[in-house]
């Protein structure tokens, strides 16, 4: 049978895109089009009778965000629901509506005419601004403008679509998105959008299979279309031919399948056959996978990426909101540990700050960016402190490349805790502060760094890039970043040495954990806590109970003299097949 880059290749109804949202969908296609708004600019005859118009527009537009507001409640965490309560304040904006009124009384001119034009000015201002999060707001404030106006025009609201559809589309607002997967939505596939877009993380937290940024789907695929969604590659394929779903059908029961298999291990501990405890967490990046975190079997959450809440806000949200959400995270994940990560902002990730580096993932990043902005790193601290009262939070540094970096940061700590006992705000005294443990730097001098902080995590991802110097993101020298190279694995041996020396526990946050691949080896090699993205845990569990820790650390010597990536990875492959261990790898 062929595989995955063999059905791709040379496939002339291939449509690429941005892979948003795992999974694999065959179905027909439902092509959500939004009428284009034709505004008049006619004049009005009775002034008392269009501002009655108004009103009544405001006030069924507001009907229908109420109803919008409390599903996305019910499906999503208050923070990202938070998008729809902001419309609804735009809907109340003394300012504007009377600016509004103000212009119909003066110009007589038809308030469609008006509506567009004054939030149409505001969107301006947005978009001038140049603030990326300013320029998704006015995105936001489109689809309000199209429904007060829609709805001046009396015209109907469509958010009925036909049950187990794919929907395709020029771009969706998360309106759209939350009110169209009440039709039991199969998957979606937008034209715009990136990964960061709100389609993309609703599309996430609801596990429905995504593809955006394709840029052409809408004209090329028509309305009842079979399609084939491939949310893992970020592939959508238009009139398959029968081998294209055939593939692709038989792939999506082998997934159903695996899963079924894997539900027995949900519940199961993850212990080698010698009876090695392995402890395995979850990786959070929107708060709204708790729910997944909770049924996955996950022992915790190692790794939760704050920066993720300002992509999803475009903002950065206050003390006590961000109290709030620790809070509620700590609250549901009880009594297990949750891991804060300090805002990893730079890079490729969340950019707030309006300046250009040459060299992003090179510059001002993680570490570095909060302590040159310690009023934002502050505010985060004391909200990570107030939440700590439950006692199972700890807190961990992004991009630590130098102990100065640490030993800045636990005084900036320490003075947000002396700060909370003099507004006599209850914390966790002894809240654990860890390292993330990426850059060459920090590995180098992982026991001095060590002999600093509580905890150290591995951030492979990043780990990966510096010490190979090859850019995650860069498909040109995607062949180059090797996570069984050599150097990577002997770097990761180094790390978990020099931190057991100084008696400090040491874990593993990066991707590279969740490569089932990877797991026996870095078993071997003396980790003891992995975490992971929710979905790839009860495989690993799975793995972990076929294995013996006597095997895997021998297995882990043998690795560490191979001198080529090739020697690992065909030995690893031979200790799969010696343990009878399928992988998910050829599968998806
Ligand atoms: C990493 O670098 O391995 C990591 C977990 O951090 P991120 O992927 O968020 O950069
Ligand atoms: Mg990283």
Request: some cysteine.
């Amino acid at each position: 049978m062929k595989n995955f880059k063999e059905i791709f290749r040379g496939a002339e109804n291939k449509i690429t895109g941005i892979a948003a949202a795992p999974g694999i969908v065959i179905d027909n296609v439902y092509l959500f089009t939004k009428e284009k708004l034709e505004i008049s600019d006619g004049l009005i005859t009775d002034v008392e009778e269009a501002k009655r118009n108004l009103r009544e527009a405001l006030s069924n537009s507001k009907k229908e965000l109420t109803k919008i507001f409390s599903l996305a409640k019910e499906k999503m965490d208050p923070a990202r629901a938070g998008i729809f309560e902001a419309q609804l304040m735009i809907l109340d904006d003394p300012i504007l509506i009377g600016n509004i009124e103000k212009r119909i009384e003066t110009e007589k001119k038809l308030p469609e005419f008006i509506v567009n034009d004054e939030i149409s000015k505001y969107q301006q201002m947005m978009i001038d601004s140049h603030e990326p999060y300013l320029k998704e707001r006015a995105h936001d404030i489109e689809d309000i403008k199209h429904r007060i106006i829609r709805n001046l025009q009396k015209k109907r609201w469509v958010s009925k679509i036909p049950n187990n559809a794919i929907v395709v589309s020029d771009s969706l607002t998360p309106a759209d998105t939350i009110l169209l997967s009440r039709s039991n939505v199969q998957g979606f596939v937008t034209d715009h959008g990136g990964l960061t877009s709100h389609a993309a993380i609703i599309s996430r937290s609801l596990n429905i299979p995504a593809v955006v940024g394709t840029h052409n789907a809408t004209s090329k695929i028509h309305d009842g279309d079979l399609i084939i969604v491939d949310g893992f590659h970020g592939y959508v394929l238009y009139k398959p031919t029968e081998e294209q779903i055939k593939f692709f059908r038989e792939k999506h029961e082998k997934l159903l399948r695996i899963q079924k298999e894997l539900e027995e291990f949900v519940e199961k501990p993850a212990v080698t056959m010698d009876g090695k405890k392995i402890h395995i967490c979850a990786n959070v990046d929107v708060t709204g996978e708790i729910d997944l975190v909770i049924t996955s079997g996950a022992k915790g959450i190692g790794l939760y990426r704050t920066e993720q809440i300002l992509e999803e806000l475009g903002d950065f949200p206050d003390e006590d909101e961000q109290t709030k959400i620790y809070s509620n995270l700590a609250t549901r994940i009880y009594p297990e540990w949750l891991t804060i990560r300090a805002f990893d902002i730079g890079g490729d990730k969340f950019k707030f700050f309006d300046y250009q580096e040459p060299n992003p993932f090179l510059g001002l990043r993680g570490m570095r960016l909060l302590l040159e902005n310690v009023n934002l790193f502050k505010t985060q601290i004391r909200a990570v402190l107030r939440a700590s009262t439950t006692k199972n939070i700890q807190f961990m540094l992004p991009m630590v490349t130098s102990i100065i970096e640490i030993r800045k940061s636990l005084e900036i700590i320490e003075e947000c805790k002396k700060e909370l006992r003099r507004e006599k705000i209850g914390f966790d005294n002894n809240m654990r502060i860890g390292i993330m443990v990426e850059v060459p730097s920090a590995a180098v001098m992982a026991k001095e760094f060590s002999e600093e902080i509580d905890f150290l995590s591995i951030g492979t991802n990043d780990l990966i890039q510096y010490l190979m110097a090859v850019d995650r993101g860069n498909d040109l020298v995607s062949d180059l970043y090797q996570e069984f190279s050599p150097a990577v694995i002997r770097t990761i041996d180094h790390i978990i040495k020099e931190a057991k020396k100084a008696k400090k526990d040491v874990s593993i946050c990066g991707e590279m954990a969740a490569d089932t691949l990877a797991i026996p080896l870095l078993v071997g090699l003396g980790l003891e806590s992995l975490s992971m993205a929710p979905t790839t845990i009860s495989y690993a569990k799975k793995i972990i109970r076929y294995i013996s820790y006597k095997d895997a650390k021998e297995l882990a010597k043998e690795c560490l003299g191979f001198t080529t990536e090739k020697e690992v990875t065909h030995r690893i492959e031979k200790f799969f097949r010696e343990h009878n261990i399928r992988r998910t790898r050829n599968i998806i």
